[in-house]
């Protein structure tokens, strides 16, 4: 069973910077967007950011200009880099990979993980 597997997140202070990672356990062909969201307590799941499979990027507008979303194809791994980090930015993130194919379309989420921002 492909699985997405989530690492980088925990405590850190506003301010300081993380970075998530999330890697497929095997090989997944025709990833179209590679993509981040977030859930806070009592919130409805949030798009955070998304890179196409040419390197296109979009983010909410909350994050632009303090988190950058990436991609290594090779590795089948996203990252978001999270810096300038506000309690605002407390959730448990989650990441979504696209698999688009010519006929079909196959979402795989992220087991979530937790990243607490304290003031």
């Known amino acids: 069973q492909v699985q997405l597997v989530e690492s980088g997140g925990g405590f850190v202070q506003a301010g300081g910077s993380l970075r998530l990672s999330c890697a497929a356990s095997?090989?997944?062909?025709?990833?179209?967007?590679m993509s981040w969201y977030r859930q806070a307590p009592g919130k409805q799941r949030e798009f955070v950011a998304t890179i196409t499979s040419g390197g296109t990027t979009n983010y909410v507008d909350s994050v632009k200009g303090r988190f950058t979303i990436s991609r290594d194809n090779a590795k089948n791994t996203v990252y978001l880099q999270m810096n300038s980090l506000k309690s605002e930015d407390t959730a448990v993130y989650y990441c979504?990979?696209?698999?688009?194919?010519?006929?079909?379309?196959?979402?795989?989420w992220g087991q979530g993980t937790q990243v607490t921002v304290s003031s």
């Open positions: 095997g090989t997944i062909f025709r990833i179209s967007t």
């Open positions: 979504k990979f696209v698999q688009a194919g010519w006929a079909s379309r196959q979402d795989y």
